[in-house]
């Protein structure tokens, strides 16, 4: 048995979507917020909480104030980024109810289209009323 889950997600996006987001051809398909992607993510923490196994998220998506409530929505309780990302991180989480973020989650995680999935992840921020981070 593992100890801990530590999902990678730019990896993690890149292989799902077999898109190398450093080839300039084929980067601007590179979508974090696609269903499948999200999909993984979420199967694999609630296989951690199943398990009583914490989940870490490590990549962009970790240091980035517009995926928290999605995260924290989904269960994620540990995100790994750089120290300069961590304020506006934090800001993010008190802005948050973790009620609401979940209620958020099982709505975008219906959803089979990753722009409307970010419609719904940014009408969700504007409405925390605080100013895009």
Partial sequence: M???FA??????????????????RVAALYEPLHPAV???IQFTVEAGLRYRIPVSICGEIAGDPRFV???LGIGVREL???APKLPSVKERIRAL?????S???????D??????IGELLDDFIANLGVHSI
């Fill in 2 to 4: 593992s100890d801990f």
């Fill in 7 to 24: 999902i990678g997600t730019n990896d993690l996006t890149m292989y799902t979507l077999a898109i190398d987001r450093g080839d300039e």
């Fill in 38 to 40: 999200l999909r993984l």
């Fill in 69 to 71: 409530p999605l995260l």
């Fill in 80 to 82: 790994s980024m750089s």
């Fill in 97 to 101: 109810s973790l009620t609401e973020a």
């Fill in 103 to 109: 209620r958020r989650a099982r709505t975008i995680m």
């Fill in 111 to 116: 959803q089979a289209d990753a722009k409307r």
